[in-house]
């Protein structure tokens, strides 16, 4: 029987992934509340202190990514979250609490620049990109179905039921670093005279201003991701009269929809810049936020419920067009010799905003509800403008996406591979 692609095995690895952590993830706060005894609000100080702490493994992750490979950082990071999970039921006060959450949140923060640097390693060129937006449909499907099995375990009213929950978390995480360690890598043969050196450490990502340009200009989209989570409920509820049950619907809404469409339509923009559906992303979401902003003069009614939905819709487009697009442009502009170093740096433009977004969106919404999704706006299309600007000092495979050439044991029958086998991107 023949073995499933190294790709086939890494979407069934992300899908076990979600699913474990879709189970998870709504109660994280209710967890630790239930099987503890502690103050909601002290859970999430131990939790957020955990996570701010955590930031210190994304700089590290990328040093190990580009020693050891980006394969064996991200089973590690499985295997850390696993022993973490394991020990949850075991929790019976706050220092505990923060003992076993720690090796987690310095899991869940290298895994993003690992992941990434794992994927630019088993898919190059288009290909890419096709592998991101199926990873980014297949995880979102699994996070819901997760979800729907942790409402299922706690329907059975067992006290028993949220450690069950965390039990099958950390046997997901396992059995995705099972089937990611199985999958061969695909590194690029050193160039001639040997492989460039790697001394100077993140001094060379420094140094590397058009993707440092491309990292910061990330950061304001990066806030305007948080809003479906930190700004909408509030925004609905309290400036809109809108019901908590709608928060809900419109999240849903979000998640199925990138279900449902990240695949197709990432295989449209195959054929256009990279750069170009990336800034286009930016700017539909800053045209939703400039919906979002309207709403708010409107009288509360039916209309307003209706233009809300719309909005989500045009957030979700954005979100589509955005996606997988930059996260395959960042990952092919970085050089592949400190790929882990570039990626844990863009990664901050990522931990840094969903870390301070709760303080600087609810603030912002204190002041002006308005105010804060007309300040967003500025910012992602600001955002836009930056990337369209910094095309032309970006690498030319990183911005034109080009098919890539398979190796013969992955093409299928009957087929051959044309040309040299070596793999056309980076």
């Known amino acids: 029987m023949k073995k499933p692609s190294k790709q086939v095995r890494y979407m069934i690895g992300m899908v076990v992934d979600a699913t474990g952590s879709g189970m998870y993830l709504p109660l994280s706060l209710l967890y630790f509340h239930y099987v503890t005894g502690l103050p909601i609000t002290k859970v999430g100080v131990i939790m957020t202190s955990a996570a701010v702490v955590g930031l210190v493994s994304n700089p590290v992750a990328g040093v ?25 039921p075991f929790v019976d006060n706050g220092v505990f609490m923060f003992a076993v959450v720690l090796p987690v949140a310095l899991g869940d923060m290298s895994f993003p620049p690992a992941i990434q640097s794992f994927v630019a390693e088993i898919a190059r060129g288009t290909d890419r990109d096709k592998l991101l937006a199926a990873q980014r449909s297949l995880r979102n499907a699994g996070m819901g179905v997760g979800g729907l099995l942790a409402g ?22 396992l059995v995705a670093a099972a089937l990611i360690r199985t999958i061969p ?22 140094r590397n201003r058009p993707f440092m340009a491309l990292s910061l200009l990330n950061v304001p989209t990066a806030f305007g991701y948080m809003v479906l989570s930190v700004s909408l409920p509030v925004y609905l509820t309290q400036e809109l009269g809108a019901s908590s049950s709608m928060v809900g619907v419109l999240y849903a809404v979000n998640t199925v929809g990138i279900a449902l469409l990240q695949i197709p339509v990432t295989r449209v923009l195959g054929g256009y810049r990279r750069t170009r559906a990336m800034a286009l992303g930016a700017a539909v979401f800053a045209a939703s936020f400039v919906f979002f902003a309207v709403l708010g003069t409107f009288p509360k009614g039916t209309a307003v419920i209706v233009g809300v939905f719309a909005a989500t819709m045009a957030f979700t487009a954005g979100e589509l067009l955005h996606g997988a697009t930059a996260s395959a442009l960042v990952a092919q502009t970085a050089p592949e010799e400190t790929r882990g170093r570039h990626l844990a740096i863009y990664q901050l433009s990522w931990a840094v905003p969903i870390a301070l977004a709760p303080a600087v969106l609810t603030a912002l919404l204190s002041v002006s509800a308005i105010g804060m999704w007309l300040l967003l706006a500025v910012g992602v299309a600001g955002a836009a403008l930056g990337v369209l600007r910094l095309e032309r000092r970006l690498p030319e495979a990183a911005v034109h996406p080009r098919p890539s050439v398979r190796p013969a044991d992955e093409q299928p029958a009957g087929e051959q591979s044309a040309g040299e086998q070596r793999p056309v991107g980076t």
């Open 185 to 206: 890598t695909d590194r690029a043969a050193p160039p001639v005279g040997g492989r460039p050196s790697r001394k100077g450490g993140y001094l060379l990502v420094a």
């Open 64 to 88: 190990l990514i580009d020693r050891f490979g980006a394969r064996t950082v991200v089973v590690g990071g499985y295997v850390l979250r696993a022993a973490g999970f394991c020990a949850y």
């Open 152 to 173: 299922a375990a706690l329907a059975l009213g067992s006290d028993s039921a949220y450690h069950l929950i965390v039990i099958c978390v950390a046997v997901g995480y």
